[in-house]
C-alpha cells in the first residue's frame, strides 16, 4: 500500500467532530486508489484480496475511524458486486464507486441481524408486472453522500419469495435521506436514515435474488474488513501509550508489548481464516476473533490512558488520544455488535450441546 495518508491526519479531528470534509472524504480515497485494494485487476483494481483491503483499512484508522468507517462502507459495497451474479449491475456501478466519484453504502445491518434470527427485515417487496414496488425504512446507514450514493439492502417480499438484496439509487423516486444522525463522534461519515415510499426497482436493480444464500457468502468479507478499525485503533493506541510511556509509567511497556503480541496473533489467525475461506463455513471463529479484536482495542485504549496520565485530559496536549477515546466507543457497539455476537455465540453452543445430549 503506496498511499499518502497526510490527508486523513490532518483532517481526522474534523471529520470526527463535524461535516465539513464529509463530501470530500469519499473522493480522497477514491483518488489514493483505496478503494481499489482487493478487487481483480481486469475489473479496474489493484488485485490482491481482502485481506489486503482490510489492512489497508487498518492503515487509514491509525489516521481517523470516520475515515476508516466510510472506506469499509464503500469498500463492503463493493464487495457486494464483486460477489453478484448481476455483471450488468457490476459494470454499471463499479467504476464511479472505485474512482470514489459515487459513494456506495452497505446498508446491511439490518439483513445481518435478520440471518442471525435477531429482528425482521424492514423493506417490504410488492410483486409487479415489471418488478417489484418497497416499502419501508433503514434506521441507520453510513456513507450517504449528498452528492450521489446507493445503497444495498435486504427487502423482505410478501408473497413469500426468498428475501433480496438490492441496490437504491439516491435519485430513485420515492427515497429520501434524513440530516444526518446527531452522533457523539464521526459525525463526517454521512450517516443518516432513510425512508422508502413505494420504490420501483427491477432486476436490473437486483444485487442477489436469495439473502439467506448470499449474506452467509459476503458476511466473512463484511466482518473481515470491519475487523480492520479495531486493528488500526488499537495498533494506533498502543504505539502512543508506548511512547507516552517515560521513566514514570515504565512499568507498562510489558503490558503494552503483550498486547501487541495479542494483536499480531489474532490479526494473522484473522487473516488466515479471510485467505483459506474457513469462516464461510463457520462463522463462530469469526465472531470470536471480532470480540477479541474489540477488547484489545479497550484494553489498548486503558493503557494509553494510563501511560499519558493527566496529560490526556489536556486536550492541547494529547488531542488525539481524546478523538480515540470516542471513537473506541463505536466498537462495540457497530453491527453486529458484540452483544449480538455473543448472544449468536451462545445460541450455538446451546444447539451443539442439544444435539450431542440427543
Not at 441507520?140 to 437504491?168: C, D, Q, S
Amino acid at each position: 500500500m503506496n498511499a499518502n495518508l497526510d490527508w486523513f491526519t490532518a483532517h481526522a479531528d474534523s471529520l470526527d467532530q463535524g461535516d465539513q470534509d464529509a463530501e470530500a472524504l469519499v473522493a480522497e480515497l477514491g483518488r489514493q486508489g483505496l478503494f481499489r485494494i482487493g478487487v481483480p485487476a481486469a475489473l479496474g483494481g489493484l488485485d490482491g484480496d481482502t485481506v489486503d483491503a482490510t489492512e489497508a483499512i487498518a492503515r487509514v484508522t491509525e489516521k481517523s475511524l470516520t475515515a476508516a468507517f466510510v472506506f469499509w462502507g464503500q469498500r463492503t459495497f463493493i464487495e457486494y458486486l464483486l460477489q453478484s451474479p448481476n455483471a450488468a449491475l457490476r459494470e454499471r456501478l463499479l467504476p464511479d464507486l472505485l474512482k470514489g466519484e459515487y459513494a456506495g453504502a452497505t446498508g446491511l445491518s439490518n439483513a445481518m441481524k435478520f440471518l442471525c434470527g435477531i429482528e425482521a427485515l424492514q423493506i417490504a417487496a410488492t410483486p409487479e408486472a415489471d418488478g417489484w414496488r418497497l416499502d419501508g425504512q433503514l434506521p441507520w446507514v453510513t456513507n450517504l453522500r449528498r452528492a450521489g450514493f446507493v445503497v444495498a439492502a435486504a427487502v423482505a417480499p410478501v408473497n413469500g419469495e426468498p428475501a433480496k438484496i438490492v441496490a437504491l439509487r439516491s435519485d430513485h423516486a420515492g427515497l429520501t435521506r434524513s440530516d444526518d444522525l446527531s452522533l457523539i463522534a464521526l459525525k463526517g461519515s454521512n450517516t443518516a436514515a432513510l425512508a422508502i415510499d413505494s420504490i420501483a426497482i427491477g432486476a436490473d436493480d437486483i444485487i442477489h435474488d436469495d439473502a439467506c444464500g448470499f449474506l452467509p457468502q459476503v458476511r466473512p468479507a463484511f466482518l473481515g474488513l470491519q475487523c480492520g478499525m479495531s486493528i488500526g485503533l488499537a495498533r494506533a493506541s498502543l504505539k502512543a501509550g508506548q511512547q507516552q510511556a517515560g521513566a514514570a509509567h515504565a512499568i507498562l511497556l510489558p503490558q503494552i508489548t503483550a498486547a501487541q503480541e495479542r494483536l499480531s496473533a489474532v490479526s494473522s489467525e484473522l487473516f488466515a481464516g479471510l485467505r483459506d475461506g474457513r469462516f464461510a463455513d463457520d462463522a463462530a471463529p469469526l465472531f470470536r476473533l471480532r470480540i477479541a479484536l474489540a477488547e484489545i482495542v479497550q484494553q489498548a485504549l486503558n493503557l494509553e490512558l494510563e501511560a499519558s496520565g493527566g496529560r490526556a485530559y489536556l486536550i492541547d496536549q494529547n488531542r488525539h488520544f481524546v478523538r480515540r477515546w470516542r471513537e473506541a466507543a463505536f466498537v462495540p457497539v457497530v453491527t453486529p455488535s458484540l452483544t449480538q455476537l455473543q448472544g449468536e455465540l451462545a445460541k450455538r453452543a446451546q444447539a451443539d450441546a442439544i444435539a450431542q445430549a440427543a
